[in-house]
């Protein structure tokens, strides 16, 4: 940005929410008018209190031009370039071709797929769109891929998908149960509210059920580590404990629940000795944790993507909410089954309906009187009768070709959807591809016929909905660049030209005449009326005024939890307990796959990082990818941390550096999800997940995977370290050097392209191949990144291959090439991120020396991001006799957002059994 002008521009401060996790942070943004100058937390937002994780507190570092879709563009032909053209030849060529596919071949041969991103306003214009004007129900969210099996659990428990807790039951609660969620650093906000209701009542009981001994499993209580899969087999051997000693509610049963005897039949042979061996826990351990359930006064249970995202997670979910309806700890203060939602707006889309099972106000699209009464608010004949598909059913049909096209709103199904060998051919063999999303080089762009240009956070106004119901208000703070518009307008836009080429443009001016976003939030929320949702009374005024709302609101007041009077939403008013599909993992490990994978998240990172991998910053904690592997297992192998293995499961492969993790067991591997080909050569998880999906809820099983794992022999690296040369703007030449370097390395075999921060944020390049690149070759991406010419130091020895040239301005070190010999590479990057003066290491500048030189250059990972204290200053910090109290005062770490507390704690009880 021009700070000249900027600081003429008069700064203000918009409301909003963040757009990350579904916790629904309220945050300020200070702006200019024209950029987004500064995020922080709200403080009278009643979610977060003014706190906010990292990854909030640099959403003004994401707006950036580069890798924007700031104009429409369109393919003349598959495979061809992009070009621009204007919005109304963009609209009108996709009406004309939508409207060819449903003439010829029928509404059901298109279908759209959304994102858990998008605003409540823009969720039911894409409903309207596709139910109401199209007449399909082929819709389904990105979300069905996190949160589907929660929807399932809750319905066929409770009768609808309520979620029956509130963010206060935290503070009240005197058990919390997590499982599968590792919420320190996926929900750090609400896990820091644990953690503070734990300092102030240490008797309160934390238990975590994950494989791996995670951050929020290394502050638990109790730590159930499971085998993969078996989470239904515990919750049942927990309630047989708690039926045996008689810590069930029988009154509470009798009167508000169907179904249990059933369900006791089921649960004499899951006792805790028979279940034992397939949890691989011992039955004290789940006596244990059944008795600490039963004898809680007010138990809250956690869950997330480990219990949801499995062919058996509607059962997990449950399982779960079984042990509160047994016991009657439900719909009071302090308990309940409290569903962690993943992305911001997921909850917005399941109240909107826009998910092929669903529709709005939480009707039934297989309800014949739940269709007909949309039909008539929304004064159209009827709605389509015939079940829409699901996310992976959609991509099936892609690639079947009953389905012929695809319109994608801000999400990438092309790093996200599992099995992406299949994922990717099924896009090839789509007719015609739509992508609208704020970005324009995402893995899905590629596949794209027609890209449209959407803004983003910071850009739009309307509505999200959090984890505990919550309605805030999301505003705009600065306008979207270029001719990007916000998502419902290019719904609305579009609508109006498919219905003149449809032939039913009276049908389009009436669904679609909204001047306002406001105006499409009061036409959804009338929708709701009569329903559990009930927010027909709610308005934009209201949530300015009372600020964020639950749902219901009713009377003028929101409800904290819907079923308080303990009457569920069956007719009959009771909730009913399920016989249930116990299952195993889909995929078992055998002598050709002997290693479990498991997935998951990263601290600072989100989703595919189309945001957060532009921001430096978010790269101290976790700069690139690895595969965490138990030490054991490593040094069994004769392998050494940095080595790169090749990950094979019966689907893809991918080839990643091994990284040393005591935190996973013996023969597991752990993953995260976020890398894939914006960061590198090759896929990221999903090249080996699978795609089968669970039976009820159709979420697919992304969380394992067994795999075969091989040492990889690609003794050839190369490394290149670059730094901006513009101290005004350093990130965008950072992004576009990234960016043009992407199709020249994609060929190795292992490419990763990185960012990374010290002083100076820095691009960090890291290829391996099995022989020498080509001298061009190396030459390209050295002059992309200006290291080459007269200029530049160099050293070469030919008759090795072995190249190195450094590039120094103003006594420091801004760049380095590395080829044929790397071993200083890790030292130098600390040279050039912190700016260390060139005097005191010059003479070791081509040295192939592995250890520093000098002590200031010893590297060290960052574990508090917000104070960019590292691992070595809290190490000697111990030693020194500090405890955690006196960390966060002399260093500061763990005392901005707290995520990075659980290492913190991990640290120091290594420090001290070394002492």
């Not at 300092?199 to 494989?211: A, G, S, T, W, Y």
């Not at 099936?396 to 099995?419: F, Q, Y």
Request: net charge neutral; aromatic share 6%.
């Amino acid at each position: 940005m021009d700070r000249a002008v900027t600081n003429r521009r008069k700064i203000t401060e918009v409301k909003s929410v963040c757009c990350y996790c579904g916790t629904g942070c309220g945050v300020a943004i200070e702006t200019d008018g024209v950029n987004l100058l500064n995020v922080r937390g709200d403080p009278d937002h009643p979610v977060n209190r003014g706190q906010l994780c990292i990854k909030g507190q640099t959403l003004a570092a994401a707006h950036v031009r580069t890798g924007r879709a700031t104009r429409p563009l369109i393919r003349p032909k598959r495979g061809a370039a992009f070009q621009p053209t204007d919005w109304d030849t963009a609209l009108r060529l996709n009406a004309e071709r939508f409207a060819q596919i449903i003439a010829t071949h029928g509404p059901d041969a298109v279908a759209f797929y959304v994102s858990g991103q998008l605003l409540t306003e823009d969720y039911y214009l894409f409903n309207k769109l596709a139910r109401g004007l199209v007449g399909t129900n082929n819709i389904d969210s990105n979300s069905r891929l996190c949160m589907s099996s929660a929807v399932t659990a809750y319905k066929s428990t409770l009768g609808s998908d309520t979620v029956p807790c509130c963010y206060e039951d935290i503070d009240l609660a005197d058990l919390y149960l997590l499982a599968g969620s590792n919420a320190a650093i996926t929900h750090p906000i609400l896990f820091r509210r644990i953690e503070a209701a734990k300092n102030r009542h240490p008797e309160r009981q934390i238990l975590v059920i994950d494989p791996r001994r995670s951050e929020t499993a290394a502050y638990a209580d109790l730590h159930l580590a499971i085998q993969p899969g078996t989470d239904t087999f515990l919750f049942l051997a927990m309630l047989h404990v708690l039926v045996w000693e008689r810590m069930i509610d029988e009154a509470f049963i009798a009167t508000h629940t169907e179904g249990f005897e059933a369900l006791r039949r089921e649960l004499a042979e899951l006792t805790p000795g028979a279940v034992s061996p397939i949890c691989g826990l011992s039955p004290k351990t789940i006596v244990d944790a059944a008795r600490r359930f039963g004898s809680a006064q007010s138990p809250l249970s956690l869950w997330c993507q480990g219990l949801n995202q499995s062919i058996h997670g509607t059962s997990n979910g449950v399982a779960l909410i079984h042990l509160h309806l047994a016991t009657g700890k439900i719909g009071r203060p302090g308990m309940g089954p409290f569903s962690l939602t993943g992305q911001p707006n997921a909850m917005g889309g399941r109240e909107t309906g826009t998910m092929a099972t669903l529709l709005p106000g939480h009707r039934d699209p297989n309800s014949e009187k739940d269709r007909s009464e949309l039909a008539q608010l929304w004064g159209i004949p009827s709605l389509p009768e015939r079940p829409g598909k699901t996310a992976v059913e959609i991509f099936d049909a892609l690639a079947e070709g009953t389905i012929k096209a695809i319109w994608i709103a801000c999400a990438n199904p092309a790093h996200s959807l599992p099995h992406l060998e299949h994922a990717v051919e099924a896009l090839r063999r789509a007719e015609w591809v739509v992508l609208q999303d704020a970005w324009q080089d995402t893995e899905t762009a590629p596949f794209a016929d027609l890209l449209l240009p959407a803004a983003t956070w910071g850009e739009k106004e309307g509505t999200m909905t959090n984890s505990e119901r919550r309605i805030s208000r999301v505003c705009t703070a600065v306008p979207p660049p270029g001719e990007a518009k916000p998502d419902w307008w290019i719904v609305q836009a579009f609508a109006r030209h498919l219905g003149k080429a449809l032939g039913i443009p009276e049908r389009a001016e009436r669904l679609f005449s909204f001047p306002t976003e406001e105006a499409i939030f009061l036409d959804y929320a009338r929708t709701t009326a009569g329903t559990e949702i009930a927010i027909e009374t709610l308005t934009y005024a209201t949530l300015d005024q009372l600020g964020p709302q639950q749902w219901p609101f009713t009377s003028g007041q929101s409800q904290a939890r819907p079923f308080s009077d303990h009457r569920f939403s069956y007719p009959d008013g009771k909730a009913r307990f399920q016989t249930l599909d116990r299952g195993r993992l889909p995929e078992q490990i055998d002598a050709r796959h002997p290693f479990l994978l498991i997935t998951g998240r990263l601290r600072d990172q989100w989703h595919g990082m189309s945001r957060t991998g532009r921001i430096p910053q978010l790269f101290r904690h976790d700069p690139e990818p690895v595969v965490c592997m138990n030490r054991t297992d490593i040094e069994r192998r004769g392998w050494h941390e940095g080595d790169l293995l090749r990950l094979r499961s019966r689907r893809g492969e991918l080839i990643l550096p091994v990284a040393a993790a005591d935190e996973v067991r013996s023969g597991h591997l752990f993953l995260a999800m976020h890398w894939g080909r914006r960061s590198l050569s090759g896929e990221g998880s999903n090249a080996l997940t699978l795609a089968v999906t669970d039976p009820l809820s159709k979420q697919p099983h992304l969380k394992h995977a067994a795999v075969r794992v091989e040492k990889c022999n690609l003794p050839w690296r190369t490394v290149i370290l670059r730094r901006s040369d513009h101290p005004d703007n350093p990130i965008e030449p950072l992004l576009q050097w990234q960016a043009a370097l992407r199709p020249l390395v994609a060929n190795f075999p292992y490419a990763a392209l990185t960012l990374d921060e010290g002083r100076w944020p820095i691009l960090r390049v890291t290829l391996a191949h099995s022989t020498p690149p080509e001298d061009e070759l190396l030459e390209r991406l050295a002059s992309l990144l200006a290291l080459s010419g007269p200029e530049l130091l160099q050293y070469e020895d030919r008759s090795n291959h072995i190249l190195k040239r450094a590039r120094i301005a103003e006594r420091q070190l801004t760049g380095i090439l590395l080829s044929g010999e790397t071993a200083a590479a890790h030292w130098l990057c600390e040279a050039i991120k912190n700016g260390t003066q060139t005097d005191t290491f010059h003479r070791w500048l081509f040295a192939p020396l592995a250890e520093p030189p000098l002590a200031d250059l010893t590297s060290s990972r960052i574990v508090s991001n917000c104070r960019m204290v590292s691992e070595t200053a809290i190490r000697s910090a111990v030693a020194a006799g500090a405890d955690l109290e006196r960390l966060q005062a002399e260093l500061g770490c763990g005392t901005v957002c707290g995520s990075c507390l659980p290492e913190i704690r991990k640290i120091t009880l290594e420090a001290r059994a070394v002492q």
